[in-house]
């Protein structure tokens, strides 16, 4: 198990590398912004990884990879742990677009299951329950 000089360190260096992938390389710089803010948050620096992550995000407007999908599908956890509900619906609104764009059924699944937790937290328990009905059926048209 890591300390938290060693997560710290990890954040850093993830940071760095972040900033200095050259802006033309839109996927590795969400890839390496991905990982840093995942430690932030399994760190329990929940609202710093958030605040990175908004400010960040909007470098990323025109960008439609799965890299993208799975940065958004992080916010929209991010946002429901901050209680900025309005930001995580319109997270999961963009990561379902990339997903049925790009066809990718899997983190859609996962989307669809993290958008159900959000609308569960704002106690809209029908949009809850349709949107894990849904990930429920794509999950069972898969197997």
């Given at each position: 198990m890591e300390d938290n000089t060693e997560i710290k360190d990890r954040v850093v260096e993830l940071l760095?590398?972040?900033?200095?992938?050259?802006?033309s390389?839109?996927?590795?710089?969400?890839?390496y912004l991905n990982k840093a803010i995942s430690s932030l948050n399994h760190q329990g620096n929940t609202l710093a990884a958030h605040?990175?992550?908004?400010?960040?995000?909007?470098r990323f407007d025109n960008c439609d990879s799965l890299e993208m999908a799975v940065l958004l599908n992080s916010m929209i956890k991010l946002s429901a742990l901050v209680g900025d509900?309005?930001?995580?619906?319109?997270?999961?609104?963009?990561?379902?677009?990339i997903c049925r764009?790009?066809?990718?059924?899997g983190l859609l699944t996962r989307v669809l299951i993290n958008t159900s937790g959000i609308y569960f937290k704002m106690k809209e328990y029908d949009k809850a329950f349709s949107n894990a009905n849904k990930?429920?059926?794509?999950?069972?048209k898969k197997w």
């Open positions: 760095t590398e972040y900033m200095s992938v050259p802006e390389d839109l996927s590795l710089k969400i890839t605040g990175i992550v908004e400010r960040e995000i909007r509900f309005a930001g995580a619906v319109e997270y999961s609104r963009r990561a379902q677009t764009e790009k066809e990718e059924e990930a429920l059926q794509m999950a069972r």
